[in-house]
């Protein structure tokens, strides 16, 4: 099976099994803070072209105006319910539509916002020949990013000069090694992580 034709079969299985969870999940988004449901922010995707990522709403409203663009440790803009949905990692769910359309996939390189592309821009030109996904190694390994950034006296630079770089160092090995069984077991791994 080729990897599109499985991302867009376990897309839309993903999307029409989870329906009930994701009117749940608005639901309570919706009755614990004001605001949409989903937050979509620009990303940027294969061959270096911007995209728009969905997620749950995990922030208020106005959160882009309020701060940086990573969040670390409990950062006052998360709702009461955000911190759920990204403990959990449940807010990631709606990128199930993006993989559907064909923007991400299951499994790859995880989408970054413009900015931080741009500072590596050469790192990131082998990294988006591929889709961008849902999750990859940096993942599996990063599960607790926001804790380590919130213990940090500067996140933002700990993010750059420690936390992307080796981001990025998994990515490139993603690509290298990618194929279908190892797309496989990231998949078991990560599900292992939340799991756990």
Not at 52 to 70: C, H, N, S
Not at 112 to 132: G, N, T
Request: charged share 25%.
């Amino acid at each position: 099976m080729s990897k599109r034709l499985f991302d867009v079969v376990i897309s839309a299985l993903g999307l029409v099994a989870l329906a009930p969870l994701f009117a749940l999940l608005a639901l309570a988004i919706k009755a614990t803070s004001r605001g949409p449901v989903f937050f979509r922010q620009e990303r940027v995707g294969r061959d270096f072209r911007p995209f728009r990522i969905y997620k749950f709403r995990t922030m208020v409203v106005d959160a882009p105006q309020l701060g940086r663009q990573i969040t670390a440790g409990r950062d006052p803009r998360i709702t009461s319910i955000g911190h759920v949905l990204r403990k959990t990692k449940l807010d990631e769910l709606p990128q199930l539509i993006n993989v559907l359309t064909g923007d991400m996939s299951l499994v790859g390189p995880r989408p970054e916002v413009p900015k931080y592309v741009e500072m590596f821009r050469p790192q990131f030109a082998e990294v988006l020949r591929v889709r961008p996904g849902i999750t990859d190694l940096a993942s599996v390994k990063y599960r607790d990013e926001s804790e380590i950034l919130g213990a940090a006296s500067d996140p933002e630079a700990v993010y750059v000069e420690r936390v992307l770089p080796d981001k990025l160092a998994l990515a490139s090995q993603y690509v290298r090694e990618a194929s279908f069984w190892f797309d496989v077991r990231l998949l078991f791994a990560t599900l292992w992580k939340i799991v756990r």
